[in-house]
């Protein structure tokens, strides 16, 4: 149980246009998902908290205007980088909350999406 | 807002031998403790955690870790290290949203 899924898992895209990623829980309803981005040899990297039917929270010094998250269904959150460039290219992981399984904060990851942007 | 430090980037053992993963985390409130592990290219999967209660806690794949309060510690250990234990561990904490180190890869020798 608590299976978090990403799609895709890879995308390659030219620099100016705009990427869109999903993030699903397959076997629970999410109403709280994370989205964070890891940089080679880094550690996680929050972005942004997202709420299920209301707006996101984004970390300090992520640009809400390019990053965009939604988060329409309590098993669906979507990520959209917008006129990605190269230094957006990175491993970009979502994870969520199952709060009827765990109220202790535990949080479920997806496998990652790895963008490149040429 | 919580720091969390895990000594060592590198961590190498012979396999057999003890793997011991060393996580400090800076809050003077006991938050929520986790250990995650990460397999190239993959997300991150859940191995232990503490909330409350026992502060030796076991998890999957012979994994165990103690909460030590007044260490402000909460290291990883396996008694016996496997090939396939080889991968980066990552130690969070919890205060609402997760704050991670910087992870150890570790390396498992034949």
């Known amino acids: 149980g608590a299976v978090v899924s990403q799609h895709p898992s890879w995308v390659i895209c030219k620099s100016g246009t705009s990427v869109k990623i999903e993030c699903r829980s397959l076997d629970f309803q999410a109403t709280t998902m994370f989205w964070y981005r890891q940089f080679p040899k880094q550690s996680l990297m929050l972005m942004a908290t997202?709420?299920?039917?209301?707006?996101?929270?984004?970390e300090q010094g992520v640009e809400k205007d390019k990053f965009l998250i939604n988060h329409a269904s309590l098993t669906l959150s979507t990520l959209t980088v917008t006129s990605a460039h190269p230094e957006d290219s990175s491993f970009y992981i979502c994870s969520a909350r199952d709060p009827l399984r765990d109220l202790k904060d535990t949080q479920y990851f997806g496998p990652g999406t790895r963008l490149t942007v040429l | 807002a919580q720091s969390v430090t895990q000594l060592g980037s590198h961590v190498s053992v012979s396999e057999g031998a003890l793997v011991l993963l060393r996580c400090n985390y800076s809050?003077?409130?006991?938050?929520?403790l986790f250990w995650y592990v990460q397999y190239p290219n993959q997300g991150l999967q859940l191995l232990l955690k503490?909330?409350?209660?026992?502060?030796l806690v076991k998890g999957i794949n012979g994994f165990e870790a103690e909460f030590k309060k007044s260490e402000t510690s909460f290291h990883l250990t396996k008694p016996s290290a496997h090939m396939s234990d080889a991968a980066e561990y990552f130690c969070?904490?919890?205060?609402?949203?997760?704050?991670f180190g910087s992870g150890t890869k570790l390396n498992v020798k034949p």
């Open positions: 503490y909330t409350t209660g026992a502060t």
């Open positions: 997202s709420n299920e039917g209301s707006k996101a929270t984004y």
């Open positions: 809050s003077s409130v006991p938050p929520y």
């Open positions: 969070a904490v919890s205060e609402g949203k997760f704050y």
